[in-house]
């Protein structure tokens, strides 16, 4: 599969659309879908790390219908996370996926996080690091165990994905990790799309979503924005940034096979939660209830 890195009058293209509001004409918009947005934890990490279950409150109280668990939930006893799914399941708040290092991929790894996100009720087990990659082979190796991971966990009805950053995106030597990926995976391996790492990379998101139909089931709704200052980069809010949110989010539900979203907020000038709050108020303006 051919990469699809953006042109420099793309880019511009891409930015304009953010600048305009991101507002495409009439005629060109779908109906927006009703589908559940979330948080990945990752963007209240401070508050996470205090305090969980209050953490997941607030968040609950924010609007917010879904959360995902990060990394060190992948530590979580049993009893721990029935604790986590009794508190979810009070708050009317789901967990539908989980992100997890490489060793939850195969053996013992699985099955572990197999048990932690059954507790909990998320159906999809994300490999959000992929330890050594210094080679093509590396990959093929990741490719290979996700492939692997997919067979064993279709009879329990899960699945397995990966969630991309920079890394993926970038090519060296010709070769760029996330085309292999999604080339040597079969299509129920979900490319769990975070869609700022993407656009930093300078590869085009909307190429990627065509590219790949029915297997962006989950967006990180993570905004970027080019230029200079404090706050450019990660550190703009949903919507504020270059991303092009209404055609992203028309193409994610009509040909990527969205399922949910999940806003992802690396760090801002506003403290964690409120942050979060922003971000989503900022996503209903673009996306209103259905």
Same mark, same amino acid.
């Given at each position: 599969?051919?990469?699809?890195?953006?042109?420099?009058?793309?880019?511009?293209?891409?930015?304009?659309?953010?600048?305009?509001?991101?507002?495409?004409?009439?005629?060109?918009?779908?109906?927006?879908?009703?589908?559940?947005?979330?948080?990945?934890?990752?963007?209240?990490? @401070?508050? /996470?790390? !205090?305090?969980?279950?209050?953490?997941?409150?607030?968040?609950? +109280?924010? *609007? %917010?219908?879904?959360?995902?668990?990060?990394?060190?939930?992948?530590?979580?006893?049993?009893?721990?996370?029935?604790?986590?799914?009794?508190?979810?399941?009070?708050?009317?708040?789901?967990?539908?996926?989980?992100?997890?290092?490489?060793?939850?991929?195969?053996?013992?790894?699985?099955?572990?996080?197999?048990?932690?996100?059954?507790?909990?009720?998320?159906?999809?087990?994300?490999?959000?690091?992929?330890?050594?990659?210094?080679?093509?082979?590396?990959?093929?190796?990741?490719? @290979?165990? /996700?492939? !692997?991971?997919?067979?064993?966990?279709?009879?329990?009805?899960? +699945?397995? *994905? %990966?969630?991309?950053?920079?890394?993926?995106?970038?090519?060296?030597?010709?070769?760029?990790?996330?085309?292999?990926?999604?080339?040597?995976?079969?299509?129920?391996?979900?490319?769990?799309?975070?869609?700022?790492?993407?656009?930093?990379?300078?590869?085009?998101?909307?190429?990627?979503?065509?590219?790949?139909?029915?297997?962006?089931?989950?967006?990180?709704?993570?905004?970027?924005?080019?230029?200079?200052?404090?706050?450019?980069?990660?550190?703009?809010?949903?919507?504020?940034?270059?991303?092009?949110?209404?055609?992203?989010?028309?193409?994610?539900?009509?040909?990527?096979?969205?399922? %949910?979203?999940?806003?992802?907020?690396?760090?801002?000038?506003?403290?964690?939660?409120?942050?979060?709050?922003?971000?989503?108020?900022?996503?209903?303006?673009?996306?209103?209830?259905?």
């Amino acid at each position: 599969m051919s990469g699809n890195p953006i042109s420099r009058r793309t880019f511009l293209t891409l930015s304009g659309a953010i600048a305009a509001g991101s507002a495409l004409p009439a005629v060109a918009r779908i109906k927006a879908k009703h589908l559940p947005v979330g948080l990945e934890l990752y963007s209240v990490r @401070d508050e /996470l790390a !205090k305090d969980l279950m209050g953490t997941v409150r607030s968040v609950a +109280r924010l *609007g %917010y219908e879904v959360v995902e668990f990060y990394s060190p939930y992948y530590q979580w006893t049993t009893d721990y996370a029935k604790d986590v799914r009794k508190l979810m399941d009070d708050l009317n708040i789901k967990c539908l996926s989980t992100h997890n290092p490489r060793q939850a991929l195969d053996g013992d790894g699985l099955k572990k996080a197999v048990e932690l996100n059954q507790i909990i009720g998320s159906k999809t087990i994300v490999v959000a690091s992929p330890g050594k990659t210094d080679s093509q082979d590396d990959w093929k190796k990741i490719a @290979d165990a /996700l492939t !692997k991971a997919s067979e064993e966990l279709k009879p329990m009805n899960m +699945r397995v *994905g %990966y969630h991309n950053h920079q890394l993926e995106f970038m090519e060296k030597d010709g070769f760029r990790p996330m085309p292999f990926l999604a080339a040597n995976t079969p299509k129920d391996v979900t490319l769990q799309f975070d869609v700022g790492t993407c656009m930093e990379a300078g590869f085009d998101p909307l190429a990627w979503i065509k590219a790949n139909p029915g297997r962006i089931r989950s967006l990180h709704l993570k905004d970027w924005g080019s230029g200079n200052g404090p706050d450019r980069g990660y550190r703009v809010l949903f919507g504020e940034g270059s991303t092009p949110w209404n055609a992203l989010l028309d193409l994610a539900e009509s040909k990527g096979g969205a399922e %949910y979203y999940l806003i992802e907020q690396e760090g801002s000038r506003f403290p964690s939660i409120e942050t979060a709050e922003k971000c989503l108020a900022n996503f209903r303006k673009v996306r209103p209830k259905a």
